[in-house]
């Protein structure tokens, strides 16, 4: 008796240590839970898997998601794009040996292509499947790459070599070996699980099989105690072999396939009126599983066969009232979806980054502050009592001074120098302590002796030479010289009191003293000279003041102001920074810092930061509760972790490796690519037309630690870097050119993703066009050149040719004039006059005769003549022509008054072979009785000088036949020739000519003269 009960404590407390240590271990998760609010297409989650790049894959009845430890992004079918996935209702999911992702969705397959986030679909034929759109399950790959997908009434086959669906044969075995009867509940296979290098598991409503995939020879291995398999379904192949399978409601089964045994198991507890369900199974760790009810989650030790809560205190719902879940267990993650208004949760084991180190204090004493040596010996204060302690982990020890004072003051700084000697300053006093012994010696006589109750001693800082020099708030500086024993008051002139902070820069051999109404003054330790800054020179602002100064020894220095932020400033250059909460802070309000590692870790009223200066990266801490107890001066302690008091009996230290945590890197990737507004499959260079010019690029980070806003940077073409708002780079009407796209986080500037986006030109403004253009000009150019230079040859050749022409016809013009029947017309008249003794009438005719003859010589130089001169010649002729007929007829030349005719240029000689005409076979034929009349008439309309000779003779066509009669042949080439010269002037000169010949008539339609018209037009001015 007394053994059983014995062995019944020995069980019941190994029990209650198990749950315990599992239960703490449970705390060290962290919770968060996703909804359709934070990006999750449904409700309704069905199937998760991660790939092996570190994406979650859920798939649902609206689109497949995928979560990369930050945020969501969901794939949908798109009924305008045939890269999109085949259904929007997602089922199972696999990723082959090749790396292929693979989904089964309500109209088939779907293969993922990572590269360009599209998908190849692919759907059986009606050979294959009679009905189409019936929901797919599991899927598994065998040994010849082929994909088994499980599904409604049969077990499809689908080989991505020949891209052809197959039925497996299952439905053909089960119904002709009788296993299946009555076809009930569509012939569902739940389950595909591996088995074997070379077969396969099958889960059906019908029982459970097992399939040789060389072969396709299936066995059965029935359940007598079992009819309807139906929500029965593999979760879990432990390493033995055995198969755990979850039900509906049933609870669960194994079955060992080596001894060929069910084994059937109930749930002792459950919620009341809910089903008896398991719906999934995972391994947890080595010697635990992690089993999903409907109600929650449990741990079932394996040796043991113990279940225990796995976390009620977390905020999940407390009864999985619809749809299936499942768990997944990834390292310290565990994922959860179902269906509901919590349809995933992702658990997260905190790391702890917080210590509490309750200090052995003697009843009645509490710590009101205290500190850690390098040797783990904790220094303590009860303000109370004076009293200051030294503590190991056991006990601690009342310090007394020299005079066996226990009373030594309130604690304020410990300090430990270069040398290894251990000092600390009260209100009042400055000691030197010997750990060893445990005893303190006052170094502060000298000052005391002036007994002023003012006195507040705080930090120490060491120079370079071993001066240890302590702020006191009041006077500024007190100084223990190298190897002296006792303070002394390092007075540099300096006014202002209420110092707050003191620190030595190593790096340029300088005291840094703030002072809460001056600012910051800059001390030569060496001649005491210093320079003032004030608050407004380094933080722009005269509200607050300096709270604290650190330093890392090498230039680089923080001052933490009130209220108002951190300044960092490098001692050489004295350029200061300001960052606020707009830069990273999680509060302006900033306290104390302290320097470790390369780290700056300084206290909030929010709690406690970190800030790696070489990276510029702020880290704040607020998954971590105890972080917002960092609120006053923290230190290292022995092992390097940042450590502060935590009244009333405690150290808290924060491990300052848990910041590697933070510091993880994250994987950047290409989210989504929108073109004007479409989604278009994702590359690493994108080429469009001019028109299509409007990008949207969004981006994501593979990790479980996120990266904010703020720390995504793009740049474009080598420009300055720009924060990445919300997660996008957009890029609106982009001019043709090439956009090179960076985007990195600016922690880790190494790993940069990029992009290409090259905009081509419309054709009439790309190099090709622009070459052909010049191309062509210039062969037009040169083209046009040479027809030019043999156009003006042959210009130079036509106008030689007409030139030569001109200058015979002005020969043969000259020569009609000056016809030998003329000259010896007038010869003979000469003669007459002389015989009749007529000399005046003959010497008078002799002069015209010889100034007509000088005119025409004259006129036959030029190629033009003014119109003037051409009239002079033409009375001149008429005159000589009236004296030899005996003024036989009548002759007026009339000329408008506004004709210019000295500033009119026409050909010379034009007019007188009309004019003869006129005369001689118009007038001189008429009869003698008849009035003879020639009228020249000279007129201007514009530019057109119209010069009418008219005659009252008898007309061309009697003329004609007179001089038929006559048997003169003569040719008159005179009228000829004038009508030549003028074509050929025409065609050198800007000038158009026309002449009319019009026959008159009188009223009883006789001839009654003939009438020329000469219309001349200048195209140039007249002159």
């Keep these: 008796m007394q053994y059983h ?212 020879t299936y066995t059965y291995y029935p359940n007598p105690n079992l009819d309807d398999y139906f929500a029965f379904a593999i979760h879990y192949i432990d390493s033995s072999g055995k198969l755990w399978i979850g039900t509906y409601d049933q609870c669960y089964y194994t079955f060992d396939p080596k001894l060929g045994t069910w084994s059937h198991f109930t749930w002792p507890e459950r919620v009341k009126g809910s089903a008896d369900a398991v719906l999934d199974i995972k391994a947890f760790d080595e010697k635990t599983l992690l089993f999903t009810r409907l109600d929650n989650l449990y741990l079932y030790d394996i040796q043991s066969g113990v279940f225990t809560l796995f976390d009620r205190k977390e905020n999940l719902d407390t009864h999985f009232s619809v749809g299936i879940s499942q768990t997944l267990v990834s390292g310290d993650e565990i994922f959860i979806i179902k269906a509901g208004n919590q349809p995933f949760v992702h658990l997260s084991k905190k790391t702890k980054k917080t210590k509490k180190t309750k200090i052995p204090l003697p009843k009645n004493y509490i710590n009101n502050h205290s500190y850690i040596t390098t040797n783990g010996v904790i220094l303590t204060s009860d303000w109370d009592k004076n009293a200051i302690l030294a503590c190991d982990s056991v006990s601690c020890i009342e310090l007394m001074d020299e005079n066996k004072s226990r009373k030594l003051g309130n604690l304020q700084l410990h300090f430990q120098s270069k040398t290894g000697e251990h000092f600390f300053s009260t209100s009042l006093h400055v000691y030197k302590w010997s750990i060893t012994e445990n005893t303190v010696q006052r170094v502060s ?130 350029i200061p920074k300001i ?63 940042i450590t502060q008091n935590l009244y009333p009996e405690h150290l808290i230290s924060f491990d300052h490796n848990a910041l590697i945590h933070y510091q993880s890197k994250a ?29 949207v690029f969004l981006f994501g980070n593979i990790g479980s630690i996120g990266l904010s806003n703020k720390e995504f940077q793009y740049s474009i073409n080598g420009e300055s870097w720009q924060a990445l708002e919300n997660s996008t780079v957009s890029l609106y009407n982009l001019s043709p050119g090439t956009y090179q796209i960076k985007v990195v986080s600016k922690f880790d500037t190494k790993n940069i993703f990029l992009l290409k986006v090259i905009v081509i030109p419309p054709w009439w403004k790309t190099i090709w066009f622009y070459s052909t253009i010049i191309v062509l000009t210039l062969i037009t150019g040169y083209a046009a050149y040479k027809k030019r230079i043999t156009s003006i040859k042959k210009e130079e050749s036509e106008k030689n040719s007409l030139k030569q022409r001109i200058t015979e016809i002005e020969m043969t013009a000259l020569r009609a004039q000056m016809n030998p029947h003329f000259i010896f017309n007038c010869l003979n008249s000469i003669n007459r006059f002389i015989l009749v003794h007529d000399t005046e009438v003959a010497s008078e005719y002799l002069t015209k005769f010889s100034r007509l003859i000088r005119m025409i010589l004259d006129g036959s130089r030029e190629d033009f003549i003014t119109l003037d001169k051409e009239i002079d010649a033409l ?71 119209n010069i009418a000779i008219e005659d009252n003779g008898i007309g061309r066509q009697k003329a004609f036949q007179l001089k038929s009669k006559n048997g003169n042949k003569r040719k008159s080439h005179g009228i000829a020739m004038t009508e030549e010269r003028l074509k050929l002037m025409q065609k050198i000169q800007n000038i158009t000519a026309k002449v009319n010949i019009e026959d008159l008539f009188d009223l009883q339609n006789n001839p009654s003269g003939t009438k020329v018209n000469i219309s001349i037009r200048f195209y140039k001015n007249i002159v």
């Design 445 to 574: 006589q000298k000052y005391i002796e002036i007994d002023d109750p003012k006195t507040e001693f705080r930090n120490f800082v060491e120079d370079i030479r071993g001066n240890i020099y302590v702020r006191e708030r009041s006077k500024g500086i007190f100084i223990l010289k190298y190897g002296k024993k006792d303070l002394e008051y390092f007075d540099c002139g300096i006014q202002g009191g209420n110092f707050s902070a003191i620190h030595y820069d190593k790096a340029s051999d300088r005291l840094w003293l703030a002072s809460e109404k001056n600012g910051l003054f800059i001390i030569d330790p060496l001649t005491c000279s210093f320079k003032n800054y004030s608050l407004a020179n380094l933080a722009q602002t005269n509200k607050g003041f300096i709270y604290d100064i650190s330093g890392d020894g090498h230039g680089n220095i923080f001052l933490l102001i009130s209220n108002r932020g951190m300044i960092r400033i490098n001692s050489h250059d004295m």
């Design 579 to 641: 960052y606020t909460t707009s830069d990273g802070l999680i509060s302006d309000a900033v306290k104390y810092g302290h320097i470790n590692n390369d780290i700056f870790w300084f206290t909030s009223e929010s709690g406690l930061m970190a800030f790696d200066y070489r990276n510029d990266r702020f880290y704040s801490f607020e998954n971590d509760p105890d972080s917002k107890l960092f609120t006053y001066r923290i230190f290292s302690d022995d092992k390097g972790s």
């Design 667 to 695: 994987k950047i990737y290409l989210k989504e690519v929108k073109l004007s507004g479409n989604i278009i499959p994702n590359d690493s260079i994108f080429k469009v037309d001019y028109h299509q010019n409007n990008f």
């Design 875 to 945: 009375r001149l002729y008429i005159e000589m022509e009236s004296m030899r007929f005996q003024d036989s007829f009548e002759w007026r030349i009339d000329i408008d008054s506004n004709v210019q005719i000295e500033n009119i240029l026409i050909p010379p000689v034009l007019l007188q072979p009309y004019v003869e005409n006129a005369i001689w076979h118009g007038l001189m034929q008429a009869p003698s009785d008849y009035v003879k009349k020639l009228m020249i008439n000279i007129t201007q309309l514009d530019n057109i000088i």
């Design 5 to 216: 009960l014995f062995r019944f404590w020995f069980i019941l407390a190994i029990h209650i240590f198990w749950l315990h240590s599992h239960l703490f271990a449970q705390e060290n998760y962290h919770t968060n839970i996703y909804t359709i609010k934070d990006g999750l297409s449904s409700e309704l989650c069905r199937s998760m898997y991660r790939d092996k790049t570190g994406f979650l894959w859920i798939s649902t009845d609206k689109g497949l998601n995928r979560f990369d430890g930050n945020s969501f992004y969901t794939f949908r079918h798109r009924s305008d794009d045939k890269h999109s996935i085949a259904n929007n209702s997602c089922n199972g999911m696999l990723e082959d040996s090749k790396g292929r992702f693979w989904v089964n969705t309500d109209d088939g397959l779907s293969l993922f292509n990572p590269k360009t986030q599209t998908f190849k679909n692919y759907s059986p034929d009606t050979s294959v499947m009679l009905i189409q759109g019936i929901s797919y399950t599991e899927m598994m790959e065998d040994q010849n790459g082929r994909i088994w997908i499980g599904g409604y009434y049969d077990v499809l086959i689908f080989d991505p070599k020949t891209e052809k669906f197959g039925k497996s044969g299952w439905f053909d075995y089960a119904k002709n070996k009788g296993i299946i009867r009555i076809e009930q509940r569509n012939s569902i296979t739940q389950s595909i699980k591996r088995k074997s290098e070379t077969e396969l598991w099958l889960m059906t409503v019908y029982g459970l099989f097992s399939v040789h995939t060389p072969t396709n």
